[in-house]
T-cell receptor
Framework: DVKVTQSSRYLVKRTGEKVFLECVQD?????MFWYRQDPGLGLRLIYFSYDVKMKEKGDIPEGYSVSREKKERFSLILESASTNQTSMYLC?????????????FGPGTRLTVL | GENVEQHPSTLSVQEGDSAVIKCTYSDSASNYFPWYKQELGKGPQLIIDIRSNVGEKKDQRIAVTLNKTAKHFSLHITETQPEDSAVYFC???????????FGKGTTLSVSS
């Protein structure tokens, strides 16, 4: 079974703190994604990566950065957390081949910024 | 950019009834359309997907239809059961395995 794990289920941080959200997948997937989920807005793409050390901006990258130093790990960084970044953050991965295209999601990290 | 609209936002049905959720997309180059189910406290999970060269796909009680000309696709759940209660998301992308653009979700409630 593919497993996508996220470092924390719940996180509380203060405004201005630097926040790291970690995501690890164990199936040698090429592609990894970070989404945020807000009520009434669905899932919105923040950043994605199709290879180690490669990153691409999604629809809402402002205030975020990412790091992919190893194939299995994709980190989302909030350089200076703000209250409007309070949200559920979901990581996903996929093999990247057309015939094996399912995106597998982690359980999510609910981040609260006070 | 690509936009995916999903309706309705909430849907309540009686057990045994059918449920239909509809989505429209804006990017005519989109050719991969998955549907995800998210249960409380969990990440979304793929339940069915369809590619642009197929008009309909079925998997037991679940079916998806695609109309490329009209740029819309729908999820059909027959003989609904209480365990079908969840949030359902449609999505679209130009190529399977690449970044998805999601609809805003439909909360389905099945009462017994």
């Amino acid at each position: 079974d593919v497993k996508v794990t996220q470092s924390s289920r719940y996180l509380v941080k203060r405004t201005g703190e630097k926040v790291f959200l970690e995501c690890v997948q164990d199936m040698d997937h090429e592609n990894m994604f970070w989404y945020r989920q807000d009520p009434g807005l669905g899932l919105r793409l923040i950043y994605f990566s199709y290879d180690v050390k490669m990153k691409e901006k999604g629809d809402i990258p402002e205030g975020y950065s990412v790091s992919r130093e190893k194939k299995e790990r994709f980190s989302l960084i909030l350089e200076s957390a703000s209250t409007n970044q309070t949200s559920m953050y979901l990581c996903a991965s996929t093999l990247g081949l057309a015939e094996y295209n399912e995106q597998f999601f982690g359980p999510g990290t609910r981040l609260t910024v006070l | 950019g690509e936009n995916v609209e999903q309706h309705p936002s909430t849907l309540s049905v009686q057990e045994g009834d059918s449920a239909v959720i509809k989505c429209t997309y804006s990017d005519s180059a989109s050719n991969y359309f998955p549907w995800y189910k998210q249960e409380l406290g969990k990440g979304p999970q793929l339940i069915i997907d369809i590619r642009s060269n197929v008009g309909e796909k079925k998997d037991q009680r679940i079916a998806v239809t695609l109309n490329k000309t009209a740029k819309h696709f729908s999820l059909h759940i027959t003989e609904t059961q209480p365990e079908d209660s969840a949030v359902y998301f449609c999505a679209a992308s130009r190529e399977a395995g690449t970044a998805l653009i999601f609809g805003k979700g439909t909360t389905l409630s099945v009462s017994s």
